[in-house]
């Protein structure tokens, strides 16, 4: 597929994380672009791109922090099962990047999130979050980043792997 000639495109490599939490609930952002009101809003899984040298192991790991203040180990996240190709907008640039997603499951319930270690567009662009319910995600299909996360969250977490076909989401 050829992307849209709108914006200066940035390659690169990243990571998603599903974070569950004892009661089996899901961790989502609330979302949007201030650049691009007329994308509206969605709900969109922590996680970003891997810094040079970085494992998908260790970017997981310090987006989880940086975004929501939870602290896990490297050996706590599953196995990359789902990989993807994706492009959206983000600000003034044309994001093309290799994905994949990975599992956290937390012992307790899913603490409020700490905005703290945030960047600052982190900051502007995620203006709430909730612990969805999977059956909620399930039966309510919220639009979300990715797009087929509702679809093929069942079969990721029964440890389906998963290759998705690229996806042009913004």
């Known amino acids: 597929m ?22 089996d609930r899901v961790l989502l952002f609330h979302t949007r672009d201030p650049e691009h ?12 791109g891997l810094d040079a040298g970085e494992t998908y192991r260790e970017a997981a790991v310090r987006e989880l922090r940086e975004e929501t203040g939870i602290v ?12 993807r190709r994706a492009s959206f907008l983000h600000r003034q640039r044309r994001h093309l990047q290799d994905e994949v997603v990975v599992t956290v499951r937390l012992s307790g319930p899913g603490p409020d999130v700490d905005e703290a270690h945030r960047l ?27 797009g087929r996360l509702p679809e093929l969250l069942p079969a990721f977490l029964a440890g389906a792997e998963i290759d998705e076909p690229f996806e042009l989401w913004s």
């Open 2 to 23: 050829e992307l849209p000639r709108d914006f200066p495109v940035v390659e690169r490599r990243a990571v998603r994380v599903v974070v569950l939490d004892a009661a």
């Open 37 to 48: 009101p007329d994308l509206g809003v969605w709900w969109e899984l922590p996680g970003g």
């Open 72 to 83: 896990v180990e490297p050996g706590d996240l599953g196995a990359p099962t789902w990989r």
């Open 120 to 146: 600052d567009y982190e900051v502007e662009d995620y203006f709430g979050f909730r612990w969805w319910p999977l059956a909620e995600v399930l039966a309510d299909r919220p639009r979300c980043y990715p």
